[in-house]
């Protein structure tokens, strides 16, 4: 489960995963970021872009082989609605950075999950911070794997 939900997207994150999988709009995407060092999580809640959240004490990871993962409707499937425990899930595929690191390494420290609204154009400051997980690895050349799963819960 998320670690912070961000301030903007609270009662919005089941939406925004919606859109994803409605195709609507047809470029859209939820995007995996890491990040190598990370603001406190009180300070990280307050940001309303991924811009924001990289012009202060956060830095993207840098290792060999990392690119942002994009996660588009042939991804995602759509927020489980649970009648029985009055909730929605959602969820995201196991992800995997291939030969994470070797030459360049580093040690993780947040995973982030950004509404992109156009993954053809735009900047980090059209992306939408999300959640945010707590997320402490060591890259070394090996693969990398974010395992599958219920990644937020709406009540």
Same mark, same amino acid.
Do not use: H, K
């Given at each position: 489960m998320a670690d912070i939900i961000f301030n903007i997207a609270k009662g919005r994150l089941a939406a925004y995963v919606d859109r994803v999988v409605a195709n609507d709009p047809a470029n859209s995407a939820i995007t995996v970021v890491i990040l190598k060092t990370a603001a406190a999580d *009180?300070?990280?809640? $307050?940001l309303d872009t991924l811009a924001a959240i990289l012009a202060g004490?956060?830095?993207?990871?840098d290792f060999t082989n990392y690119a942002r993962k994009q996660l588009t409707d042939a991804d995602l499937? *759509?927020?489980?609605? $649970?009648?029985?425990?009055?909730?929605?899930d959602i969820s995201i595929p196991q992800i995997t950075f291939a030969a994470a690191g070797g030459a360049v390494n580093n040690t993780t420290a947040k995973l982030l999950l950004c509404y992109d609204p156009d993954t053809t154009g735009g900047t980090d400051a059209d992306l939408v911070p999300l959640a945010a997980y707590d997320y402490v690895e060591t890259t070394s050349g090996s693969d990398l794997v974010i395992n599958a799963g219920v990644v937020a819960r709406a009540s």
């Open positions: *009180a300070v990280l809640q $307050d004490a956060s830095v993207e990871a499937a *759509a927020p489980a609605v $649970d009648d029985g425990n009055d909730r929605v």
